[in-house]
């Protein structure tokens, strides 16, 4: 009887935490005679509980929108400490059509078929770019695409082999459990890979074009290792882009999304004073094209450095690669050693330590914004102190689902029903299992109607049902902010102050007010 009582009343504080206004007086009668009657369980006041936390949170406002312009914080940036801007160039300055990643893929499957000889057949797939999502993960000896949430977990129903979703059951066969290692995971950080963390927006051709083979040859009774198809598919990507670049370079307007407020957020940086760098990895002349598109042919007046060629991520960690000069004139590299780093020039190669020497920046005044947690800002954050923004694309479409009304009802639902769950589960009679376990039914199928509503494959890029995604873990951890695109900045002064939002611990109150 004590555990009922105590679990009734769990319920009512549980719900009267998540709720913004006070709730009518004749629900909260009625919760509050559940919490005192003293009497035995029974099916029907589990229903009329469960009835009436349904109308207390029908009767209230839907949470407002989030701004898909907004600026949103990991860790507190004043940006009056900001001296020096630098920046990526593909998928930070510059964003693409889903046209470009079509073309990725159409090249690479022609790889496959000319230079490793495989079937004809493979010519005629097709992208699909509603497929895969951002930050999954690749099991490159089982052979098997996931999703992974920040402890390692895998996201059951987001994880194919080829086109195929595998069950809950394969998934236990396979693994054992949910839950993979972390040196099974992080593997290639140690040198001994069996997991590939596909990170970046280029990496979406990869994904598709891997499955879809598999599945082809799952189809067709073709006998294959995931290992030889998986370096077979990277390495065919890898060698594209000199292609993909001259093509696109060609035809930069078919293949480029302009912002017309871009200028305007470089304006507004050397009103200020502020210097301003770019370190890419793309060529020089394929970065020429599109700046020249997106800010104008004088561009470079904007930038005090311009580094290509840089050969991320070990521009940042390898100190024995110095930097050349580009002779523009007949498009090759000076062979003269490079003492200092001066504007109107291009430098090629070079690494983090002769750049900082050489122009004096130090630490928390430079700024820095890219598109890949790892490659762009994991080193500058973790070992130089450099403060940190990510250009995260897809926040366009997954804000626009957030404001959905149908996700906000849904989603609001989903959190009160897991608290009622979570209540009521120390119950241990048979029938008060028995509207537990619908209850459980229901919230699995609401977990699956908001993933689907993101992608009916992988769900967010963000978030699995009740933890951030492996991807966010890193996002949070190496970038200070993160925002759509650079041009949202123009909606905040240069001397802004960044804040985090406070979030709650799992030991602290729900909530400060009631």
Same mark, same amino acid.
């Given at each position: 009887?004590?555990?009922?009582?105590?679990?009734?009343?769990?319920?009512?504080?549980?719900?009267?935490?998540?709720?913004?206004?006070?709730?009518?007086?004749?629900?909260?009668?009625?919760?509050?005679?559940?919490?005192?009657?003293?009497?035995?369980?029974?099916?029907?006041?589990?229903?009329?509980?469960?009835?009436?936390?349904?109308?207390?949170?029908?009767?209230?406002?839907?949470?407002?929108?989030?701004?898909?312009?907004?600026?949103?914080?990991?860790?507190?940036?004043?940006?009056?400490?900001?001296?020096?801007?630098?920046?990526?160039?593909?998928?930070?300055?510059?964003?693409?059509?889903?046209?470009?990643?079509?073309?990725?893929?159409?090249?690479?499957?022609?790889?496959?078929?000319?230079?490793?000889?495989?079937?004809?057949?493979?010519?005629?797939?097709?992208?699909?770019?509603?497929?895969?999502?951002?930050?999954?993960?690749?099991?490159?000896?089982?052979?098997?695409?996931?999703?992974?949430?920040?402890?390692?977990?895998?996201?059951?129903?987001?994880?194919?082999?080829?086109?195929?979703?595998?069950?809950?059951?394969?998934?236990?066969?396979?693994?054992?459990?949910?839950?993979?290692?972390?040196?099974?995971?992080?593997?290639?950080?140690?040198?001994?890979?069996?997991?590939?963390?596909?990170?970046?927006?280029?990496?979406?051709?990869?994904?598709?074009?891997?499955?879809?083979?598999?599945?082809?040859?799952?189809?067709?009774?073709?006998?294959?290792?995931?290992?030889?198809?998986?370096?077979?598919?990277?390495?065919?990507?890898?060698?594209?882009?000199?292609?993909?670049?001259?093509?696109?370079?060609?035809?930069?307007?078919?293949?480029?999304?302009?912002?017309?407020?871009?200028?305007?957020?470089?304006?507004?940086?050397?009103?200020?004073?502020? @210097? *301003?760098? #770019?370190? =890419?990895?793309? &060529?020089?002349?394929?970065?020429?094209? $599109?700046?020249? %598109? !997106?800010? /104008?042919?004088?561009?470079?007046?904007?930038?005090?450095?311009?580094?290509?060629?840089?050969?991320?991520?070990?521009?940042?960690?390898?100190?024995?690669?110095?930097?050349?000069?580009?002779?523009? @004139? *007949?498009? #090759?590299? =000076?062979?003269? &050693?490079?003492?200092?780093?001066?504007? $109107?020039?291009? %430098? !090629?190669? /070079?690494?983090?330590?002769?750049?900082?020497?050489?122009?004096?920046?130090?630490?928390?005044?430079?700024?820095?914004?890219?598109?890949?947690?790892?490659?762009?800002?994991?080193?500058?954050?973790?070992?130089?102190?450099?403060? =940190?923004?990510?250009?995260?694309?897809?926040?366009?479409?997954?804000?626009?689902? !957030?404001?959905?009304?149908?996700?906000?009802?849904?989603?609001?639902?989903?959190?009160?029903?897991?608290?009622?769950?979570?209540?009521?589960?120390?119950?241990?009679?048979?029938?008060?299992?028995?509207?537990?376990?619908?209850?459980?039914?229901?919230?699995?199928?609401?977990?699956?109607?908001?993933?689907?509503?993101?992608?009916?494959?992988?769900?967010?890029?963000?978030?699995?049902?009740?933890?951030?995604?492996?991807?966010?873990?890193?996002?949070?951890?190496?970038?200070?902010?993160?925002?759509?695109?650079?041009?949202?900045?123009?909606?905040?002064?240069?001397?802004?102050?960044?804040?985090?939002?406070?979030?709650?611990?799992?030991?602290?109150?729900?909530?400060?007010?009631?």
């Amino acid at each position: 009887m004590l555990a009922t009582m105590r679990g009734v009343q769990c319920i009512y504080s549980l719900y009267l935490a998540s709720v913004q206004t006070r709730p009518s007086r004749r629900i909260v009668r009625s919760i509050r005679m559940c919490t005192m009657q003293k009497r035995e369980y029974s099916q029907e006041f589990l229903q009329k509980c469960y009835q009436d936390h349904r109308a207390l949170w029908e009767s209230k406002k839907l949470p407002d929108n989030v701004n898909p312009r907004a600026v949103f914080a990991n860790n507190e940036l004043d940006l009056r400490d900001i001296k020096v801007y630098g920046f990526d160039y593909d998928y930070t300055l510059a964003n693409y059509e889903v046209t470009v990643e079509s073309l990725i893929y159409d090249l690479g499957k022609n790889v496959l078929v000319s230079k490793y000889r495989y079937p004809e057949a493979i010519k005629s797939l097709e992208y699909n770019r509603d497929f895969a999502v951002r930050g999954l993960h690749y099991d490159i000896e089982q052979g098997l695409l996931m999703k992974l949430d920040q402890f390692q977990q895998i996201q059951i129903g987001s994880i194919f082999r080829g086109l195929t979703r595998l069950s809950q059951k394969e998934v236990l066969e396979i693994y054992g459990s949910r839950s993979l290692p972390l040196h099974y995971v992080e593997g290639h950080l140690r040198g001994h890979a069996k997991m590939a963390h596909l990170a970046d927006l280029f990496s979406l051709p990869e994904m598709c074009l891997l499955s879809q083979v598999a599945q082809y040859f799952h189809d067709n009774n073709v006998p294959y290792h995931s290992v030889p198809l998986f370096n077979d598919v990277k390495a065919a990507i890898g060698s594209i882009h000199p292609e993909m670049h001259r093509i696109v370079g060609r035809n930069i307007s078919e293949y480029l999304i302009k912002d017309p407020n871009l200028v305007t957020f470089f304006d507004m940086l050397k009103k200020n004073k502020k @210097e *301003i760098f #770019i370190i =890419t990895n793309s &060529p020089f002349y394929f970065v020429d094209a $599109g700046m020249s %598109y !997106l800010l /104008g042919e004088n561009w470079r007046d904007y930038f005090d450095v311009v580094v290509a060629s840089a050969k991320k991520p070990a521009f940042f960690t390898d100190s024995m690669r110095p930097f050349r000069e580009l002779n523009e @004139e *007949i498009h #090759i590299q =000076t062979w003269g &050693p490079v003492t200092k780093l001066e504007k $109107g020039k291009i %430098y !090629l190669e /070079g690494n983090l330590s002769q750049l900082q020497e050489m122009k004096g920046w130090q630490g928390q005044e430079v700024l820095y914004f890219g598109d890949h947690p790892y490659s762009d800002l994991a080193d500058v954050s973790l070992n130089h102190s450099w403060r =940190t923004g990510a250009i995260i694309w897809e926040l366009d479409y997954e804000i626009e689902c !957030l404001n959905c009304e149908d996700y906000k009802k849904i989603s609001g639902w989903l959190m009160i029903l897991q608290s009622l769950i979570e209540s009521s589960q120390d119950f241990e009679d048979e029938e008060s299992r028995k509207i537990v376990q619908q209850w459980e039914e229901e919230r699995d199928l609401l977990r699956k109607k908001t993933k689907d509503m993101f992608n009916c494959h992988f769900g967010s890029v963000f978030r699995t049902h009740n933890n951030p995604t492996y991807f966010s873990r890193r996002l949070f951890r190496f970038a200070d902010i993160y925002t759509s695109r650079l041009s949202n900045l123009n909606d905040y002064c240069i001397n802004h102050t960044f804040y985090p939002r406070r979030g709650v611990l799992p030991h602290e109150y729900k909530s400060l007010f009631v």
